[in-house]
């Protein structure tokens, strides 16, 4: 079935640590896979996306990790800032632009 | 990144009543989406518009709901009859380049 989840509802990481927000996905045949953080209150902003055919994007700051054998995406922020507390969701393409979002894990920054 | 305005910001209803919620990119689209997200809870899609039809619509997206785009710029989520069930954060999406989506800032839908 539609099913994209997160592995931890919550994660607190300190000012300047790197941070690793994991999501498991069940559709096999997806082939786009969007990550998006969401501060209170605001839409959804894309941070970062991969294709199938990748296994690794980088971005500022921010890298995405794919592992379709075992359905796995990660997203890994360096340096962790105070404003990059927010809530981040994966997301999974099901096609004709349908975006399928796991439950979302709350990023906390204490300084 | 694509921009997106919606209207209103929040919106209040009494059960029964309809609403229309609006959607305004910057510049021109041809793809469109609605999503609803719960308080709390995670983004769920409604429904995807393309060249004034839809495309694809989730078990959500029932006959209470319509979509469309009324003057070829302004695109439009109608409830024709809101449930109590109905208040969320409704956000609307336009496609950029490489298939991204980029959310508006989403209307706020309480039904009393």
């Known amino acids: 079935g539609e099913s994209v989840g997160l592995h931890l509802p919550t994660l607190s990481v300190q000012e300047g640590d790197n941070s690793i927000i994991n999501c498991a996905y069940s559709?096999?045949?997806?082939?786009?896979f969007i990550w998006y953080k969401q501060e209170s209150g605001k839409g959804p902003q894309f941070i970062i996306d991969?294709?199938?055919?990748?296994d690794k994007r980088q971005g500022q700051r921010v890298t995405v990790l794919l592992n379709k054998t075992v359905k796995h995406l990660s997203l890994q922020i360096a340096a962790t800032q105070p404003g990059d507390s927010a809530v981040y969701f994966c997301?999974?393409?099901f096609g004709l632009g349908k975006l399928i979002f796991g439950q979302g894990t709350t990023l906390q920054v204490k300084p | 990144e694509p921009e997106v305005t919606q209207t209103p910001s929040h919106q209040v209803t009494q059960m029964g009543q309809e609403v229309i919620l609006r959607c305004v990119p910057i510049?021109?689209?041809?793809?469109f989406y609605w999503y609803r997200q719960i308080l709390g809870q995670k983004v769920e899609f409604l429904v995807s518009f393309y060249n004034n039809e839809i495309s694809e619509k989730s078990e959500i997206f029932d006959d209470q709901f319509s979509v469309e785009r009324p003057d070829g710029s302004n695109f439009t989520l109608k409830i024709r009859s809101t449930k109590l069930e109905d208040s969320a954060m409704y956000f609307c999406?336009?496609?950029?380049?490489?298939?991204?989506?980029?959310f508006g800032p989403g209307t706020r839908l309480t039904v009393l």
């Open positions: 559709n096999s045949a997806s082939d786009y």
């Open positions: 997301a999974e393409n």
């Open positions: 999406a336009i496609q950029g380049s490489q298939d991204t989506q980029y």
């Open positions: 991969i294709r199938s055919n990748m």
């Open positions: 510049s021109n689209h041809l793809y």
